[in-house]
């Protein structure tokens, strides 16, 4: 981890979803384009996603963080797919794999709850909060999708296979 401006407060980090107006804008966005053709909302939803790209990653000036629930990473990579933009994809790939270092482990509750205590590429199970895993699952396999990450992709699969056999952490 580099040495950007002091990571948001404890409180943001605890927050359930601290960047789900981000998702919802840009989930909400593509809906009404994709139903529609009106492309006001998918408007914002750029302009939104555009100051998530200067915010957050190792960049000088940058927060070296990941939201306490993972769900943006979907609308970033969903954001790509309609635009084209490479630095939505780039994102969701940064966030994905800049959770599992513990960076969310703060007043006693545990780094596995946010999917946070293994990079997502080294856990063979299942790991944190059902909704947060399944979450973290999707956006991995939709940013290894798009990348062609295959040693990603079959990490998920081996996580995927474990919550069949009902092994989770």
Same mark, same amino acid.
């Given at each position: /981890?580099?040495?950007?401006?002091?990571? !948001?407060?404890?409180? %943001?980090?605890?927050?359930?979803? !601290?960047?789900?107006?981000?998702?919802?804008?840009?989930?909400? &966005?593509?809906?009404?384009?994709?139903? +529609?053709?009106?492309?006001?909302?998918?408007? #914002? %939803?750029?302009?939104?996603?555009?100051?998530? #790209?200067?915010?957050? &990653?190792?960049?000088?000036?940058?927060?070296?963080? *990941?939201?306490?629930? !993972? *769900?943006?990473? /979907?609308?970033? #990579?969903?954001?790509?797919?309609?635009?084209?933009?490479?630095?939505?994809?780039?994102?969701?790939?940064?966030?994905?794999?800049?959770?599992?270092?513990? /960076?969310?482990?703060?007043?006693? *509750?545990?780094?596995?709850?946010?999917?946070?205590?293994?990079?997502?590429?080294?856990?063979?199970?299942?790991?944190?909060?059902? #909704?947060? %895993?399944?979450?973290?699952?999707?956006?991995?396999?939709?940013? %290894?999708?798009?990348?062609?990450?295959?040693?990603?992709?079959?990490?998920?699969?081996?996580?995927?296979?474990? /919550?069949?056999?009902? +092994? +989770?952490?």
């Amino acid at each position: /981890m580099h040495a950007g401006p002091a990571a !948001p407060t404890t409180t %943001a980090r605890l927050s359930v979803r !601290p960047l789900a107006p981000g998702e919802a804008t840009v989930s909400s &966005g593509l809906w009404l384009v994709r139903a +529609s053709g009106h492309t006001e909302l998918l408007d #914002v %939803a750029v302009k939104l996603a555009d100051h998530l #790209v200067a915010t957050f &990653g190792t960049g000088e000036g940058q927060y070296d963080f *990941v939201d306490g629930h !993972p *769900v943006v990473e /979907m609308g970033l #990579v969903e954001l790509y797919r309609e635009t084209g933009t490479r630095a939505y994809l780039d994102l969701a790939r940064y966030f994905v794999q800049a959770r599992g270092h513990g /960076m969310l482990a703060t007043h006693g *509750v545990e780094s596995a709850y946010f999917s946070d205590r293994l990079p997502v590429r080294e856990q063979t199970t299942v790991e944190g909060h059902a #909704v947060r %895993a399944v979450y973290l699952a999707a956006g991995a396999a939709d940013v %290894a999708i798009e990348t062609g990450d295959g040693e990603l992709l079959t990490a998920l699969g081996v996580q995927y296979a474990a /919550m069949e056999r009902g +092994s +989770s952490t």
